[in-house]
């Protein structure tokens, strides 16, 4: 007898059965979800930047708006040489416009690599959401370095070498993810110089998903291609540092030394999305090409989002919930163990239930540590102080003096939906039990 249609325990792939969605999606459709239903929600879940897309970027998409034809699967090649040679202003890097893959965002430009290079894929825990499901879809084995809050949630070289240590001749990815999301925090060029040469010493490729370089607090990102040039892959796109998630473009740039990975998911490419995009591809040259007016956008950026995050971190640190301020990005990674005992008290015992608890007591939606990769019983979780009009904020800017600091006042005016939501969040986490 035939299997029916609807019996997924027989025709689903074991490797996608009962997988859910991406936990920020889900978040972010249910916060829309609450919304509609006349719920006040504070939407510090799905980490999408609040700054709008920069005018000459926008504009630049409109006279583009026309263009239709399929364009190179690798990407258009005005756009490939740009971020070429963007990387090259940034961090010295040596591709040419030959050496870079332009896909519909950076997420599936990882999938791509992960389906293309048969080996282990190592990850720092915590880490976003995406990377150990897709290695999970395709069923590649991974390997998880747990990291702690005294080392900054970094890994180690040390760390690293003792997992080569490990069947040296084992082919292996590391991505490693910095500004880091969910932490907030990066790398010292120390750090990044002592991982490099343990990569190098054991042929570990290295995918530096820089998504959030450009948002640097003080603009001193490094790439850690510097220091090992033939091994790493860069990792980029449009959807942090330009406020254009939406716009789904993402960029890979690649040593020369692994064109033979680059051609291999080029061909994946052509057989699944095909191309990137036109429009989105042309107007991503005026991103990438940078200026004055880009530059002044990102200043303004970093500044509102290093005074927000380090204002949010003291007043969790002032109710006793474990938090670095961040040097990056637009998340935080707040440790509520030390309440764990009134929280107990509360029937809160992992980082879920504190989630779902404070959503349905304060409005505020978060994630818990445990989508990241950290240990269920864990009370970590990630906050993405996000939820505010960022145009307005980059307007507020541009009317302060150039010696003028952002002040708590100017971020209760442009940002009251985040300070709100931590106020809240403080008084609920430290209400007796």
């Not at 990815?173 to 500004?179: E, F, H, R």
């Not at 449009?238 to 998630?245: D, E, I, P, Q, R």
């Amino acid at each position: 007898m035939a299997r029916p249609v609807n019996d997924p325990t027989s025709t689903l792939n074991p490797n996608v059965r009962g997988m859910g969605q991406s936990a920020t999606v889900a978040i972010n459709q249910h916060s829309n979800e609450l919304l509609a239903q006349g719920r006040e929600v504070f939407k510090l879940g799905l980490g999408q930047s609040p700054f709008p897309v920069p005018d000459s970027v926008v504009e630049a998409l409109r006279e583009n708006a026309h263009q239709k034809a399929y364009l190179d699967v690798a990407g258009l090649r005005e756009l490939r040489e740009t971020v070429a040679a963007y990387h090259h202003r940034a961090s010295g890097c040596a591709a040419g416009g030959e050496d870079v893959l332009v896909g519909p965002g950076s997420k599936e430009l990882m999938f791509l690599l992960q389906l293309a290079y048969d080996g282990d894929l190592l990850i720092p825990s915590p880490a976003w959401v995406s990377y150990v499901p897709q290695a999970r879809i395709i069923g590649r084995r991974v390997r998880t370095i747990h990291t702690d809050a005294s080392s900054r949630w970094n890994i180690s070289a040390a760390q690293l070498e003792a997992h080569c240590a490990d069947e040296p001749e084992r082919p292996r990815i590391l991505i490693l993810n910095y500004p880091n999301n969910p932490t907030g925090l990066t790398y010292t060029t120390e750090e990044l110089e002592a991982l490099a040469r343990v990569a190098q010493r054991h042929g570990v490729v290295l995918l530096s998903d820089e998504i959030y370089g450009e948002t640097h607090h003080r603009g001193l990102h490094e790439s850690i291609a510097r220091w090992y040039p033939e091994g790493t892959i860069i990792s980029s796109g449009l959807s942090k540092w330009c406020g254009a998630g939406g716009w789904r473009l993402g960029t890979f740039t690649f040593p020369e030394q692994l064109r033979w990975l680059r051609q291999a998911m080029t061909s994946v490419a052509s057989e699944t999305y095909t191309s990137t995009s036109a429009p989105i591809q042309y107007a991503a040259v005026r991103a990438f090409r940078g200026g004055a007016d880009i530059e002044a956008y990102l200043e303004a950026s970093r500044k509102v989002l290093a005074a927000l995050g380090n204002r949010i971190a003291s007043r969790l640190n002032d109710a006793e919930i474990a938090t670095h301020p961040p040097e990056g990005g637009f998340y935080l990674f707040p440790d509520f163990g030390s309440l764990r005992e009134p929280l107990l008290r509360r029937g809160i015992g992992d980082s879920a239930e504190l989630c779902r608890r404070a959503l349905g007591e304060t409005g505020v939606a978060f994630l818990p540590g445990s989508d990241f990769g950290r240990p269920v019983e864990e009370l970590t979780a990630r906050l993405a102080y996000v939820d505010f009009d960022g145009g307005a904020a980059l307007e507020g800017v541009s009317r302060l003096g150039p010696d003028d600091t952002i002040t708590a006042g100017f971020l209760q005016e442009y940002c009251p939906r985040v300070t709100t939501a931590v106020e809240r969040l403080c008084d609920w986490a430290v209400a007796p039990g």
